[in-house]
C-alpha cells in the first residue's frame, strides 16, 4: 500500500518566495526523510527526522513532524531557481526499509 | 565521501535482449544495496534488496528470475533485465547502506535510464 503521499503534486512559485510540502503516512515510522531529485538524476538526501523529533532545520530547510496525524511538511524558504526539482518523503518502519512518497514537482521562477 | 555510482547511466537496447547495470559504492562498503524503478513523474520503488553474499530479497510483484540481482563483493550489486521488454523502459536507481553504519542511511546512485525499443 501507499505509505507516503505528499500535496501538492505540484507547486509553482515565484524565486524569493517560501515553498511548502506536505507528506502523510498510513504506518507507524522510526523516522522520515526528505529528498530532493534533479530531472533525470537520482537522489540527493536533504534532512532525516526521527519519530520522536517535531522540528528540525537545515539552511534554508525546515522540516516538521507530527506524528499524531502522521504527517510531516518540508519548508524551502528563500526560494531560488536552483531549488527547481521534484522533492520526495520517504519513511522507514524498520531496518533500512524506505517507502517514498510520490513527490512533489516544485518549479520556482526566476 | 559515501558516493555512489551506476554504470551505464544511459542504455538502449532491443526487445528481447539483457542489459547489466552495475552499482558501486566507491568509498565505502555496502553489505546491502537497494534497487528501485522510477517511470516518469512517478515515486520510486523498491524492486529488491540485495545483500552481499546471499540471495537478494524481492518485493511483492517483481520476477526474479526477470530482474537477475548479484551481490557479489562488498562495493558491487549488478542488476541484470533478462529478456526486456518495451515495458522495463524505465529510470533504475541503486542506493547502498554504509556496512556498520546507520541503518536509515541509504546513498543513492545518479540512476541509469533503461529504453527498451
Known amino acids: 500500500s501507499q505509505q507516503g503521499e505528499e500535496d501538492p503534486q505540484a507547486l509553482s512559485i515565484q524565486e524569493g518566495e517560501n515553498a511548502t510540502m506536505n507528506c502523510s503516512y498510513k504506518t507507524s515510522i522510526n523516522n522520515l526523510q526528505w529528498y530532493r531529485q534533479n530531472s533525470g538524476r537520482g537522489l540527493v538526501h536533504l534532512i532525516l527526522?526521527?519519530?520522536?523529533?517535531r522540528e528540525k532545520h537545515s539552511g534554508r530547510l525546515r522540516v516538521t513532524l507530527d506524528t499524531s496525524k502522521k504527517s510531516s511538511s518540508l519548508l524551502i524558504t528563500a526560494s531560488r531557481a536552483a531549488d527547481t526539482a521534484s522533492y520526495f518523503c520517504?519513511?522507514?518502519?524498520?531496518?533500512?526499509?524506505?517507502?517514498f512518497g510520490e513527490g512533489t514537482q516544485l518549479t520556482v521562477n526566476p | 565521501g559515501a558516493v555512489v555510482s551506476q554504470h551505464p547511466s544511459r542504455v538502449i537496447c532491443k526487445s528481447g535482449t539483457s542489459v547489466k547495470i552495475e552499482c558501486r559504492s566507491l568509498d565505502f562498503q555496502a553489505t546491502t544495496m537497494f534497487w528501485y524503478r522510477q517511470f516518469p513523474k512517478q515515486s520510486l520503488m523498491l524492486m529488491a534488496t540485495s545483500n552481499e553474499g546471499s540471495k537478494a530479497t524481492y518485493e511483492q510483484g517483481v520476477e526474479k528470475d526477470k530482474f537477475l540481482i548479484n551481490h557479489a563483493s562488498l562495493t558491487l550489486s549488478t542488476l541484470t533485465v533478462t529478456s526486456a521488454h518495451p515495458e522495463d523502459s524505465s529510470f533504475y536507481i541503486c542506493s547502498a547502506r554504509v556496512a556498520g553504519g546507520p541503518t536509515d542511511t541509504q546513498y543513492f546512485g545518479p540512476g541509469t535510464r533503461l529504453t527498451v525499443l
Open positions: 520517504a519513511t522507514s518502519t524498520s531496518g533500512s526499509r524506505l517507502t
Open positions: 527526522i526521527r519519530s520522536n523529533e
